[in-house]
């Protein structure tokens, strides 16, 4: 069975934020999407927990986070889509000549981020912050775990990220007999 985190929007938007407030100005959302990614990538690594829960997938330009984009997009993903709307503003109100942007509307705050997670987002975007979205884009093709979609979208297993960053098989199993815990755990509380 594949590893499957639940996805945390107030967590995601959080995170969002963070690097929003870093960058001081709007962002291209590319660039959002990107940083995002690389967070819960080392977070992955680090602390062996992604910080968003997302789902990944390569596309032309990269490795995404599936329910980010949609968010991006104004698509509705679990009832997130107005909790996104409050703090962050869409790219179709930021289009500018150089492309489309995202802007923090409303500081959601950090309340469900640890420290960790806000320094790894600290690292992403001071690796990544500065650089050209499409840069980045290009950079993240050279991942191991990223493959050509050829114009369309190629899941991206959890699985393969750990066993890319050196995970051994004890510690994948590890991480989804919590990743399971989590899932079970939230169905019973939210019931």
């Given at each position: 069975m594949s590893i499957q985190f639940r996805f945390h929007p107030q967590k995601t938007i959080e995170a969002a934020a963070f690097l929003l407030k870093l960058h001081q100005k709007p962002m291209k959302y590319l660039g959002l999407l990107k940083m995002l990614y690389l967070a819960d990538r080392m977070a992955l690594e680090e602390i062996e927990w992604p910080?968003?829960?997302?789902?990944?997938?390569?596309?032309?330009?990269?490795?995404?986070?599936?329910?980010?984009?949609?968010?991006?997009?104004?698509?509705?993903?679990?009832n997130a889509l107005p909790l996104w709307l409050e703090f962050i503003a869409t790219p179709e109100l930021l289009f500018q000549d150089s492309g489309y942007y995202v802007e923090l509307i409303k500081d959601p705050g950090t309340k469900k981020l640890c420290e960790a997670e806000e320094e790894i987002l600290q690292k992403i975007y001071q690796e990544f912050g500065h650089l050209n979205p499409f840069k980045v884009a290009e950079w993240t093709h050279d991942l191991p775990e990223w493959q050509d979609p050829?114009?369309?979208?190629?899941?991206?297993?959890?699985?393969?990220?750990?066993k890319k960053l050196g995970k051994s098989n004890l510690e994948i199993e590890e991480i989804r007999e919590e990743a399971i815990q989590e899932a079970y755990l939230d169905e019973v509380?939210?019931?």
């Open positions: 910080i968003t829960g997302d789902r990944y997938y390569s596309m032309d330009y990269g490795s995404v986070l599936s329910s980010v984009l949609d968010l991006i997009n104004g698509k509705p993903v679990e050829h114009g369309s979208r190629i899941p991206i297993e959890i699985e393969d990220i750990l509380l939210n019931d």
